[in-house]
């Protein structure tokens, strides 16, 4: 039987207090091939300028991810993801010794890399599922560890977006993942729960999920959610285009601080930070 956190400040275990106010995380895709920005941070330089950017705006934690998650994409490999990844985070840190950098990987050997130069947690998309290695690394380090929920891979994911109850559904899901990251060692006070918007998910089990993240927090484990541009807000919005929806991206992050959320992860860090702070002031 586990013993779930009780405890709701996170400062010690995350760096952060994630018990006060929503927390903003800036996306950094080290990839040609992500849905919004593809290929414009490759280059270590203009990673680092971003980065610089988020901190001023006030991001909290910088997320780098080398391996585009999106719908369809293709994996490139962990050589290839480290020979993205790894110039960009010796960058960030060297520039920012103390930032907060959560490294976006489900290999653990690019988990290991990157933790050795100076990562400061881990975000699996799979929830330790795609390499039976991560969760011992993760383990090992004794790091803060994104546990994401998702189904299948880009190529399956949206064929498994069937669910009876896709509130209760990702909700077990996620303790059974919690569950074998507790027998593979892992401090539960390190742990964070994604519900996965849209991944395995569609448009209105998105909508569904946001309704009910009370539900989601209810474990005791703090909550991270990503809506940031994402298919669901474009179909609601009518919006193709993922870089005019940030204020369908702002709603969302509304109803995350209304419901507790310790951390948004947003491509737009300026507009997240004045929706927190007015958000925060409602609620």
Known sequence: MLELPTTTSFEGPFG????????VMGVINITPDSFSDGGAFLDPQNALLRAD??????????????QSTRPGAEEVGVEEELSRLIPVLKAIRSKHPN????VDTFWAEVAEKSLEEGASWINDVSGGTKDPAMLGVVAARNCPFV??????????????????????EVRMELLSRTESAYAAGINLEKLIWDPGLGF????????????????????GFPL????????FIGAVLDEPNPNKRIMGTAAVVCRCVQAGVAIVRV?????????????????
Request: proline share 1%; hydrophobic share 40%; glycine share 6%.
């Open 16 to 23: 952060i207090d994630l018990g006060q106010t929503t927390a």
């Open 53 to 66: 950017s988020y901190l001023h705006e006030g991001a909290e934690v910088i997320d780098l991810g080398a």
């Open 99 to 102: 930032v907060l950098i959560s």
């Open 147 to 168: 546990l994401m929920h998702s189904r299948g891979n880009s190529h399956t994911m949206d064929r498994l977006a069937t669910y009876k109850d896709v509130v209760e």
């Open 200 to 219: 395995a998910k569609n448009n209105v089990q998105n909508i569904v999920l946001l309704r009910n993240l009370e539900r989601l927090s209810s474990d």
């Open 224 to 231: 991270l959610v990503g809506p940031s541009r994402k298919r």
């Open 267 to 283: 491509h737009d860090v300026s507009e997240t930070i004045q929706t927190v702070r007015m958000a925060s002031a409602i609620w």
